[in-house]
């Protein structure tokens, strides 16, 4: 089959063998998406070698014990955990220290014809929910995860830092299971456009009014730069949480001061569970088709990559 893979620092689309992973459910990829941690990879993040892509939606061929998931539409989780560790045992296997995650960690991925995930890691996708739509549960997923780790509730003032996919679905998803005010504070009039008619407010970064500054209990970054931390200590009240959502290759610089003196807290965000970013996609709660800035086939899949890290472009599809 086809695989476009990661090796020796080249991308290169190649010809492998159809995966097989003892127990594992075998699937094949009907539509994957290039996400901002695939054009990290190929910087040098994670170390990675193998086949990229994490965010697919396919069809079940084979499903070692559950032969009613065969033949099934289905999107999956990336972590897989070891199953025996303190944490696994206590159902997070997103943080086992021996986890592998598809196409980031010892896994390979969705640029391919076919992939293989453990069975507990698929989920059905609704009919009224088609591919092009189903392909976003997984960074979905990590949007809504962000409650996880801040509380928001109906009165909370949130502001999501960044414009592209990341920022654009974080705000979405806060507004949708939260009902909070969010303003998503971006550069782009097109694409802050696209949340404005899901009740999320919009501002410019570069025209931020005073008034804004300190009136913030949560701020996300999501912009993977410098000044979106800047920006998001700046919105924080005192005692305010600065979510971290974007991964960084390298290093941030931090002014540590206004942390210390405001008492703000800082905690990380990553991926979420499918389950509820499926639901706001079977009720079209978020806005996902206008985040879709083109489309390839996967044996034009180092194109897609290359198109992916324009300036300004949001979600490339890739079709085996
Ligand atoms: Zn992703
Ligand atoms: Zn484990």
Redesign the pocket.
Known sequence: MKALRFENGQLKLADVAVPGREGEALVRVRVAGVCNTDLEIVRGYAGFEGTLGHEFVGEVERAPGAPELEGQRVVGEINA?????Q??RAGD?RH????TVLGIVGRDGAFAEYLTLPVANLLPVPEEVPDERAVFTEPLAAACAVTLRARVETETRVAVIGDGKLGLLCAQALKATTGAGVTLVGRHDNKLEIVRERGVRTVRSEELPASFERAFDVAVEASGSPAGFETALKLLKPRGTLVLKSTFHGKTELNAAPVVVDEISIVGSRCGRFKPALELLRRGAVETDALITDEFPLSDAPRALARAAEPGVLKVLLRP
Request: hydrophobic content about 15%; glycine content about 16%.
């Open positions: 955990g070891c199953g025996r560790c944490l696994c296997s086992c220290p021996a986890r």
